[in-house]
């Protein structure tokens, strides 16, 4: 009897961690690194069109990778409502 307790707990603990994988996954494909994502990519931010996401690339190619997700800040016309509405998503890594 112990023994099919066992493996009853055994079989729902890696259920749970199955079940947990396509989450997390799921959690960094939404992200959007702002350092390599392509206009496309950039595109997927709330409030940032074509122009935008073209002038994060120029602003990237010009200065060089962002150090923090917040710098996006700094690209003309990106401002600090912008930036709070993709907090979540945007990434540097």
Known sequence: MKEVKRFFVLVVVVSVVLAL???VLAEQADKVNINKASVTEL??????GQKYAERI?????????????????????????????NAEIITVQ
């Open 21 to 23: 994988v396509p989450v």
């Open 43 to 48: 595109m997927k931010l709330k409030k940032i």
């Open 57 to 85: 690339v120029a602003y990237r190619e010009k200065n060089g990778p962002f150090e923090k997700p917040e710098d996006i800040t700094k690209v003309k016309g990106i401002g600090q409502k912008t930036f709070e509405l």
